[in-house]
């Protein structure tokens, strides 16, 4: 979709703002999209608009994920969605517990 329109206007700007109304997002997550595809040269998926998720975890956990960040060159918001993806959707099997290898 962005490779389309940004070939036809040639404007990143242009290109962010219309798929900023199209599917509902940032025009920031959206400028990040149109670069992205543009370094790819190839369609890729409109990620998901992106909410506030707020959860608890223990000070060390938190410490080590903004160090983690900080070395990376992270946002400590783009180290726990990559965690979370890989723990949820890479090398398992979709609905697969834990350890058991049961599916709920």
Do not use: C, W
Request: proline content about 3%.
């Amino acid at each position: 979709m962005a490779i389309g329109l940004l070939r036809k206007s040639r404007s990143v700007s242009g290109t962010a703002v219309a798929l900023s109304i199209q599917y509902g997002i940032s025009k920031r997550q959206a400028y990040r999209y149109v670069k992205e595809a543009e370094l790819a040269g190839k369609q890729i998926p409109v990620p998901d608009r992106k909410i506030p998720f707020t959860v608890k975890l223990s000070e060390n956990l938190t410490e080590k994920t903004r160090q983690y960040a900080r070395f990376k060159g992270l946002t400590v918001s783009e180290v726990v969605r990559e965690a979370l993806e890989v723990f949820l959707y890479k090398g398992r099997k979709r609905g697969q517990l834990e350890g058991n290898g049961k599916s709920h």
